[in-house]
């Protein structure tokens, strides 16, 4: 008799043991009531009377599925995403909130969508890094009741309707052609200030513009392949000719 109470007390010591992992915690139940958490490492459950649901406190990575968000200017889009989070307090994730991982997820998906809502296209496309601050903070703001920590969100990736892409590129297109048409006429206009303030130069400094002159008949010379007609001035010439009398 005492060999069979020893066997059936192995037998429900064996069927009440839990095994909790280090990254693991347990939310013990009696009789239905919460009675206290359990820390990682084999635990004695009770059937019947006990129950224990096991809570995984590790970093998540969820990807929010695509959402077809429009803008704030009347644009369509298509939004993926990725949500970094973790459980910080079991017992208010199973107590507070039914499958904290599909709530978190929902709540997600219609917070990126809500923001989305505000922003216009390009401040969608160029404040990537402040609308997954704003997503993070409000999907964080809802869901600490439920024992859970938002670390990050991020934008994962932003699809456009194909006619919205060739427009955005046309736009790029053409800005880019309006910086070059003004690079080229702040050049313009840096060489006439530069030629305005040699030709004062030349204008002050008596036989400069002579030699000037001389200059670029030699530097055309080189060329037998061209003939040039320059218009002397007068000094010129009767300088040439009081030479020849001279000699």
Do not use: C
Not at 73 to 78: E, G, I, M, R, T
Not at 103 to 128: W, Y
């Amino acid at each position: 008799m005492p060999l069979f109470l020893l066997f059936i007390a192995v037998v429900v010591i064996l069927v009440s043991l839990r095994q909790i992992n280090q990254y693991e915690r347990g939310v013990k139940f009696t009789m239905g009531r919460y009675s206290n958490m359990v820390d990682p490492g084999w635990r004695i459950v009770f059937p019947i009377f006990q129950s224990m649901t096991k809570v995984d406190l590790r970093l998540k990575a969820v990807e929010v599925p695509p959402q077809d968000a429009i803008t704030k200017d009347n644009v369509s889009a298509k939004i993926t995403a990725v949500i970094y989070y973790k459980i910080v307090d079991a017992m208010k994730s199973v107590i507070e909130v039914e499958h904290v991982h599909w709530a978190v997820s929902q709540l997600a998906q219609t917070t990126m969508r809500n923001v989305i809502g505000e922003v216009t296209l390009d401040e969608l496309l160029s404040q990537r890094q402040q609308i997954s601050d704003r997503i993070e903070q409000l999907v964080e703001a809802a869901t600490t009741g439920w024992g859970v920590e938002v670390t990050a969100v991020e934008l994962k990736d932003i699809n456009l309707p194909p006619e919205m892409v060739r427009t955005i590129a046309k736009q790029a297109e053409a800005e880019r052609e309006r910086r070059a048409v003004i690079i080229s006429s702040e050049g313009e206009v840096a060489a006439a200030e530069n030629l305005a303030k040699a030709a004062s130069v030349l204008a002050v400094a008596p036989g400069a513009l002579h030699l000037r002159t001389l200059n670029s008949i030699n530097d055309i010379s080189s060329d037998q392949s061209n003939t040039v007609v320059f218009a002397v001035p007068l000094e010129v010439l009767k300088a040439i000719e009081g030479f020849k009398k001279g000699m």
